[in-house]
């Protein structure tokens, strides 16, 4: 297993990419992100209890405090259940597609399989996130309808964004985008 240089989520928190080649024709890619911060956790939860408790002081009622600890749970299942990726991995096996798989930090994860014969190209998107520019992996789908024309935009990470500099060809940096044929670079 080869460890790939660290990128960065659109927060600024790291992330590991590593690569593992199983033979020429299928590689493995894959991204993990630091675990749930018990520091944070610990903040939003006395947050949000203080501000019930002050609610309580005002009102006297205890169905508040309740209900504050009822909600404060539900957020954090639905965040670790919903939002949180701990870890996506990418398998590209050239003859037979790209297995892309999310795994959820309460232990779910969502597989999705995307045939070969159906991929277009794989190219580097960009979006606007707040005052920046951010770049992402996509992989275009052929549109069965018409030869020429896209049908979907599949991101391939969805934790992940770099720094345009950091994925051009003038640095070669050593992302999937190199291990699919039909890869082309920004200039």
Same mark, same amino acid.
């Given at each position: 297993?080869?460890?790939?240089?660290?990128?960065?989520?659109?927060?600024?928190?790291?992330?590991?990419?590593?690569?593992?080649?199983?033979?020429?024709?299928?590689?493995?890619?894959?991204?993990?992100?630091?675990?749930?911060?018990?520091?944070?956790?610990?903040?939003?939860?006395?947050?949000?209890?203080?501000?019930?408790?002050?609610?309580?002081?005002?009102?006297?009622?205890?169905?508040?405090?309740?209900?504050?600890?009822?909600?404060?749970?539900?957020?954090?299942?639905?965040?670790?259940?919903?939002?949180?990726?701990?870890?996506?991995?990418?398998?590209?096996?050239?003859?037979?597609?790209?297995?892309?798989?999310?795994?959820?930090?309460?232990?779910?994860?969502?597989?999705?399989?995307?045939?070969?014969?159906?991929?277009?190209?794989? #190219?580097?998107?960009?979006?606007?996130?707040?005052?920046?520019?951010?770049?992402?992996?996509?992989?275009?789908?052929?549109?069965?309808?018409?030869?020429?024309?896209?049908?979907?935009?599949?991101? #391939?990470?969805?934790?992940?964004?770099?720094?345009?500099?950091?994925?051009?060809?003038?640095?070669?940096?050593?992302?999937?985008?190199?291990?699919?044929?039909?890869?082309?670079? #920004?200039?």
């Amino acid at each position: 297993m080869e460890d790939e240089p660290s990128f960065s989520d659109i927060c600024g928190g790291r992330l590991a990419l590593q690569r593992r080649d199983y033979s020429p024709s299928c590689r493995e890619f894959c991204l993990s992100c630091p675990r749930l911060s018990l520091r944070s956790l610990t903040a939003v939860t006395c947050t949000v209890w203080l501000a019930a408790y002050g609610l309580f002081t005002l009102c006297e009622n205890s169905m508040i405090l309740s209900a504050a600890i009822f909600i404060t749970l539900l957020g954090l299942l639905g965040y670790l259940h919903f939002v949180k990726i701990d870890q996506e991995t990418l398998l590209i096996i050239d003859s037979l597609g790209i297995q892309m798989t999310s795994s959820y930090a309460s232990g779910k994860e969502c597989t999705t399989f995307i045939e070969m014969g159906k991929v277009k190209d794989v #190219v580097i998107n960009e979006a606007v996130y707040m005052q920046k520019v951010i770049y992402y992996l996509c992989i275009l789908l052929k549109d069965p309808v018409e030869p020429n024309g896209i049908s979907q935009v599949v991101p #391939v990470f969805q934790v992940s964004t770099e720094q345009l500099s950091k994925v051009s060809s003038n640095n070669r940096l050593r992302f999937p985008v190199l291990c699919i044929s039909t890869a082309t670079y #920004v200039q």
